[in-house]
Protein backbone atom coordinates (compact mmCIF):
# COMPACT_ATOMS: atom_id res chain seq x y z
CA UNK A 1 0.00 0.00 0.00
CA UNK A 2 3.16 2.54 0.43
CA UNK A 3 4.21 1.03 -2.93
CA UNK A 4 0.91 2.43 -4.40
CA UNK A 5 0.79 5.36 -2.16
CA UNK A 6 4.66 7.11 -3.45
CA UNK A 7 3.97 6.00 -6.98
CA UNK A 8 1.10 8.24 -7.58
CA UNK A 9 1.43 11.10 -3.99
CA UNK A 10 5.40 10.40 -3.38
CA UNK A 11 7.27 13.71 -3.34
CA UNK A 12 11.07 14.53 -2.12
CA UNK A 13 9.18 17.63 -0.09
CA UNK A 14 6.71 15.74 1.34
CA UNK A 15 5.75 15.43 5.47
CA UNK A 16 5.52 12.54 7.31
CA UNK A 17 3.14 13.02 10.16
CA UNK A 18 2.51 11.10 13.64
CA UNK A 19 -0.66 10.81 15.89
CA UNK A 20 -2.26 8.37 17.24
CA UNK A 21 -6.98 8.14 17.81
CA UNK A 22 -9.11 6.31 19.81
CA UNK A 23 -11.29 3.78 18.73
CA UNK A 24 -14.60 3.75 21.20
CA UNK A 25 -15.41 0.01 22.57
CA UNK A 26 -17.32 -1.67 25.21
CA UNK A 27 -16.76 -4.59 26.95
CA UNK A 28 -12.77 -5.59 27.96
CA UNK A 29 -12.18 -8.81 25.16
CA UNK A 30 -11.41 -6.61 22.62
CA UNK A 31 -7.19 -5.98 22.21
CA UNK A 32 -5.80 -3.12 23.68
CA UNK A 33 -9.00 -2.37 25.12
CA UNK A 34 -8.94 -0.39 28.45
CA UNK A 35 -9.94 3.26 30.17
CA UNK A 36 -7.99 5.44 28.67
CA UNK A 37 -7.42 8.96 26.74
CA UNK A 38 -9.46 9.01 23.68
CA UNK A 39 -8.15 12.36 21.76
CA UNK A 40 -11.21 11.28 19.22
CA UNK A 41 -14.17 11.61 22.37
CA UNK A 42 -11.37 14.56 24.35
CA UNK A 43 -11.63 12.79 27.50
CA UNK A 44 -10.82 9.10 29.56
CA UNK A 45 -12.94 6.76 27.97
CA UNK A 46 -12.72 2.74 27.61
CA UNK A 47 -11.63 2.33 23.63
CA UNK A 48 -8.57 1.11 21.81
CA UNK A 49 -5.84 3.55 20.93
CA UNK A 50 -3.85 3.16 17.49
CA UNK A 51 -0.71 5.18 16.26
CA UNK A 52 -0.72 6.39 12.69
CA UNK A 53 1.84 7.53 9.96
CA UNK A 54 0.53 10.01 7.72
CA UNK A 55 2.08 10.91 4.53
CA UNK A 56 1.30 14.49 2.91
CA UNK A 57 2.54 16.28 0.19
CA UNK A 58 0.91 18.90 -2.09
CA UNK A 59 -1.60 16.38 -4.18
CA UNK A 60 -2.73 14.81 -1.31
CA UNK A 61 -2.33 13.37 2.36
CA UNK A 62 -3.52 9.57 3.14
CA UNK A 63 -2.10 7.06 6.01
CA UNK A 64 0.84 4.70 5.33
CA UNK A 65 1.67 3.12 8.53
CA UNK A 66 -0.83 2.02 12.15
CA UNK A 67 -0.30 -0.25 14.88
CA UNK A 68 -2.58 -1.25 17.71
CA UNK A 69 -1.19 0.57 21.33
CA UNK A 70 -0.98 -2.40 23.93
CA UNK A 71 -1.09 -0.99 27.77
CA UNK A 72 0.73 -2.72 30.26
CA UNK A 73 -2.46 -4.20 31.20
CA UNK A 74 -2.32 -6.44 28.22
CA UNK A 75 1.24 -7.16 27.72
CA UNK A 76 1.35 -7.96 32.08
CA UNK A 77 -0.88 -10.58 31.01
CA UNK A 78 0.20 -13.06 28.16
CA UNK A 79 -3.12 -15.49 28.32
CA UNK A 80 -5.46 -12.61 28.32
CA UNK A 81 -2.91 -11.91 25.20
CA UNK A 82 -3.25 -15.33 23.50
CA UNK A 83 -7.10 -15.07 24.04
CA UNK A 84 -7.07 -12.03 21.88
CA UNK A 85 -4.47 -13.30 19.41
CA UNK A 86 -1.39 -11.29 19.99
CA UNK A 87 1.85 -13.70 19.79
CA UNK A 88 4.05 -14.06 22.74
CA UNK A 89 6.64 -11.77 21.34
CA UNK A 90 4.31 -8.95 21.35
CA UNK A 91 6.03 -7.21 24.40
CA UNK A 92 4.99 -3.00 25.51
CA UNK A 93 6.00 -0.63 23.40
CA UNK A 94 4.90 3.38 24.22
CA UNK A 95 3.37 4.94 21.38
CA UNK A 96 7.02 7.20 20.92
CA UNK A 97 8.56 3.84 20.62
CA UNK A 98 6.17 2.60 17.65
CA UNK A 99 6.56 6.23 16.12
CA UNK A 100 10.10 6.06 15.86
CA UNK A 101 9.83 2.30 14.44
CA UNK A 102 7.12 3.56 11.57
CA UNK A 103 9.64 6.53 10.74
CA UNK A 104 12.43 3.94 10.40
CA UNK A 105 10.61 2.10 8.40
CA UNK A 106 9.78 4.70 5.95
CA UNK A 107 13.40 5.72 5.86
CA UNK A 108 14.37 1.80 5.29
CA UNK A 109 11.66 1.60 2.47
CA UNK A 110 13.34 4.61 0.87
CA UNK A 111 9.52 6.44 1.31
CA UNK A 112 10.60 9.87 -0.47
CA UNK A 113 9.91 12.18 2.53
CA UNK A 114 11.95 15.96 3.74
CA UNK A 115 10.08 16.20 6.91
CA UNK A 116 8.99 14.35 9.95
CA UNK A 117 5.99 16.31 12.63
CA UNK A 118 3.90 15.75 15.78
CA UNK A 119 2.07 16.78 18.37
CA UNK A 120 3.41 17.32 21.72
CA UNK A 121 3.10 13.95 23.08
CA UNK A 122 5.34 12.63 20.67
CA UNK A 123 7.64 15.99 20.14
CA UNK A 124 8.17 16.34 23.64
CA UNK A 125 10.68 13.50 23.36
CA UNK A 126 14.13 14.66 23.17
CA UNK A 127 15.40 11.17 22.58
CA UNK A 128 13.21 11.12 19.51
CA UNK A 129 14.34 14.22 18.23
CA UNK A 130 18.18 13.21 19.10
CA UNK A 131 17.61 10.07 17.12
CA UNK A 132 16.21 11.96 14.42
CA UNK A 133 18.84 14.34 14.25
CA UNK A 134 21.48 11.65 14.26
CA UNK A 135 19.82 10.36 11.24
CA UNK A 136 19.74 13.73 9.73
CA UNK A 137 16.07 14.09 8.91
CA UNK A 138 14.80 17.49 9.62
CA UNK A 139 12.04 17.72 11.60
CA UNK A 140 9.34 20.27 13.31
CA UNK A 141 8.13 18.81 16.81
CA UNK A 142 5.65 20.36 19.27
CA UNK A 143 6.49 20.18 23.10
CA UNK A 144 5.68 21.73 26.07
CA UNK A 145 6.58 25.12 27.43
CA UNK A 146 8.47 22.78 30.15
CA UNK A 147 10.27 21.89 27.52
CA UNK A 148 14.64 22.90 27.67
CA UNK A 149 16.94 23.40 25.04
CA UNK A 150 20.91 24.37 25.16
CA UNK A 151 21.75 28.60 24.17
CA UNK A 152 24.89 30.21 24.82
CA UNK A 153 23.72 31.08 28.35
CA UNK A 154 22.03 27.59 29.94
CA UNK A 155 22.25 24.20 29.23
CA UNK A 156 18.75 23.91 30.12
CA UNK A 157 16.80 26.73 29.10
CA UNK A 158 13.43 26.63 28.89
CA UNK A 159 11.64 27.52 25.70
CA UNK A 160 9.17 29.78 27.06
CA UNK A 161 11.62 32.02 28.70
CA UNK A 162 13.75 32.54 25.08
CA UNK A 163 10.55 34.85 23.52
CA UNK A 164 10.33 37.64 27.05
CA UNK A 165 10.74 40.96 25.92
CA UNK A 166 11.55 39.85 22.29
CA UNK A 167 10.62 43.10 19.94
CA UNK A 168 7.16 43.03 18.08
CA UNK A 169 8.82 43.23 15.00
CA UNK A 170 10.13 39.46 15.44
CA UNK A 171 6.60 37.84 15.38
CA UNK A 172 5.11 37.20 11.84
CA UNK A 173 1.33 37.08 11.26
CA UNK A 174 1.20 34.05 8.98
CA UNK A 175 -1.50 31.37 8.23
CA UNK A 176 -0.22 27.77 8.68
CA UNK A 177 -3.21 26.73 6.56
CA UNK A 178 -6.70 26.25 6.36
CA UNK A 179 -8.79 25.13 9.24
CA UNK A 180 -12.49 24.03 9.07
CA UNK A 181 -13.06 28.02 9.68
CA UNK A 182 -11.30 29.03 7.25
CA UNK A 183 -7.10 29.86 7.77
CA UNK A 184 -5.27 29.13 10.42
CA UNK A 185 -3.82 32.37 11.77
CA UNK A 186 -1.25 33.16 14.37
CA UNK A 187 1.73 35.32 15.40
CA UNK A 188 4.70 33.60 15.10
CA UNK A 189 8.53 33.81 16.01
CA UNK A 190 11.68 31.82 16.18
CA UNK A 191 15.05 31.87 18.68
CA UNK A 192 17.65 29.72 17.28
CA UNK A 193 19.54 27.49 20.03
CA UNK A 194 22.62 24.97 20.02
CA UNK A 195 24.57 27.62 17.92
CA UNK A 196 27.61 25.23 18.15
CA UNK A 197 26.34 22.66 16.21
CA UNK A 198 27.11 21.82 12.58
CA UNK A 199 27.70 24.80 10.11
CA UNK A 200 24.81 23.75 7.56
CA UNK A 201 22.24 23.07 10.03
CA UNK A 202 20.15 24.68 12.30
CA UNK A 203 18.20 24.49 15.65
CA UNK A 204 14.62 27.01 16.48
CA UNK A 205 12.52 26.69 18.67
CA UNK A 206 9.48 28.16 17.18
CA UNK A 207 6.48 30.10 19.01
CA UNK A 208 2.41 30.25 17.71
CA UNK A 209 0.80 32.68 19.43
CA UNK A 210 -3.19 33.21 19.21
CA UNK A 211 -4.01 36.51 17.84
CA UNK A 212 -6.98 37.03 20.19
CA UNK A 213 -5.58 35.63 23.32
CA UNK A 214 -1.80 36.32 23.19
CA UNK A 215 -1.31 34.64 26.44
CA UNK A 216 -1.94 30.88 24.64
CA UNK A 217 1.44 30.34 23.30
CA UNK A 218 2.39 26.92 21.85
CA UNK A 219 6.27 26.03 21.21
CA UNK A 220 7.98 23.90 18.43
CA UNK A 221 11.52 22.64 18.12
CA UNK A 222 12.75 22.49 14.52
CA UNK A 223 16.38 20.98 12.71
CA UNK A 224 16.78 22.10 9.65
CA UNK A 225 19.19 23.08 7.05
CA UNK A 226 20.34 26.32 7.33
CA UNK A 227 18.38 28.29 4.22
CA UNK A 228 15.41 27.57 6.34
CA UNK A 229 12.71 30.31 6.37
CA UNK A 230 10.14 30.96 8.86
CA UNK A 231 7.52 30.23 6.53
CA UNK A 232 8.46 26.79 5.60
CA UNK A 233 8.66 26.13 9.00
CA UNK A 234 5.10 27.28 9.66
CA UNK A 235 4.19 25.44 6.83
CA UNK A 236 5.49 22.13 8.35
CA UNK A 237 4.43 23.01 11.43
CA UNK A 238 0.64 22.81 9.78
CA UNK A 239 0.70 19.84 7.77
CA UNK A 240 0.33 18.12 11.26
CA UNK A 241 -3.37 18.73 10.96
CA UNK A 242 -3.06 16.87 7.64
CA UNK A 243 -3.55 13.21 9.99
CA UNK A 244 -6.40 14.71 11.68
CA UNK A 245 -8.23 15.21 8.60
CA UNK A 246 -7.15 11.60 6.96
CA UNK A 247 -8.56 10.43 10.59
CA UNK A 248 -11.88 12.25 9.85
CA UNK A 249 -11.94 10.94 6.74
CA UNK A 250 -11.32 7.40 6.84
CA UNK A 251 -13.90 6.81 9.78
CA UNK A 252 -16.42 8.40 7.83
CA UNK A 253 -16.25 7.59 3.95
CA UNK A 254 -13.69 4.06 4.98
CA UNK A 255 -15.11 2.54 7.78
CA UNK A 256 -12.14 3.16 9.42
CA UNK A 257 -13.97 2.60 12.83
CA UNK A 258 -16.88 0.83 11.95
CA UNK A 259 -15.47 -3.16 13.09
CA UNK A 260 -16.31 -5.53 14.93
CA UNK A 261 -13.31 -7.45 15.57
CA UNK A 262 -11.43 -8.17 18.72
CA UNK A 263 -8.65 -9.94 17.83
CA UNK A 264 -4.76 -8.00 17.35
CA UNK A 265 -4.54 -9.60 13.82
CA UNK A 266 -8.28 -8.81 12.83
CA UNK A 267 -7.93 -4.85 13.89
CA UNK A 268 -4.54 -4.61 11.67
CA UNK A 269 -6.64 -6.04 8.71
CA UNK A 270 -9.71 -4.13 9.21
CA UNK A 271 -7.81 -0.96 9.57
CA UNK A 272 -4.94 -1.85 6.83
CA UNK A 273 -7.99 -2.09 4.09
CA UNK A 274 -9.65 1.21 5.79
CA UNK A 275 -6.26 3.13 4.72
CA UNK A 276 -6.42 1.07 1.52
CA UNK A 277 -9.65 2.56 0.34
CA UNK A 278 -8.74 5.80 1.85
CA UNK A 279 -5.43 5.96 -0.33
CA UNK A 280 -7.30 5.05 -3.27
CA UNK A 281 -9.94 7.64 -2.76
CA UNK A 282 -6.55 10.30 -2.15
CA UNK A 283 -5.26 9.18 -5.44
CA UNK A 284 -8.31 9.56 -7.37
CA UNK A 285 -9.02 12.79 -6.44
CA UNK A 286 -5.25 14.08 -6.92
CA UNK A 287 -6.15 12.87 -10.75
CA UNK A 288 -8.88 14.19 -10.57
CA UNK A 289 -7.66 17.76 -9.43
CA UNK A 290 -4.60 17.23 -11.82
CA UNK A 291 -6.86 17.01 -14.84
CA UNK A 292 -8.78 19.72 -14.15
CA UNK A 293 -5.61 21.87 -13.74
CA UNK A 294 -4.11 19.98 -17.34
CA UNK A 295 -7.73 21.65 -18.78
CA UNK A 296 -7.26 24.78 -17.85
CA UNK A 297 -3.26 24.94 -18.97
CA UNK A 298 -2.12 27.20 -21.71
CA UNK A 299 -1.33 24.95 -24.65
CA UNK A 300 2.04 23.91 -24.95
CA UNK A 301 3.19 25.60 -28.28
CA UNK A 302 6.47 23.11 -28.49
CA UNK A 303 3.90 20.42 -29.27
Not at 100 to 120: H, L, N, Q, S, Y
Not at 218 to 238: Q, R, W
Not at 270 to 299: Q, Y
Amino acid sequence: MRDYVVEHLGAPEAVLIVDDTGFLKKGMASAGVQRQYSGTAGRTENCQVGVFLAYATERGRTLIDRRLYLPTSWTEDRDRCRRAGIDDAVSFETKVTIAKAMVRRAIDEKIPFRWVTADAAYGFSKGWRTELERADVFHVMATTRHDTVVTRFAIDHPVHDLFNGLPRQKWKRRSCGNGAHGPRVYDWARVEVRPWHREDRRHWVIARRSVRRPEEISYYIAYCSVGTTLDELIHVAGARWAIEECFQTAKQECGLDDYQVRRYPGWHRHITLAMAAHACLTILRARELGTGKAETDPPDSSR
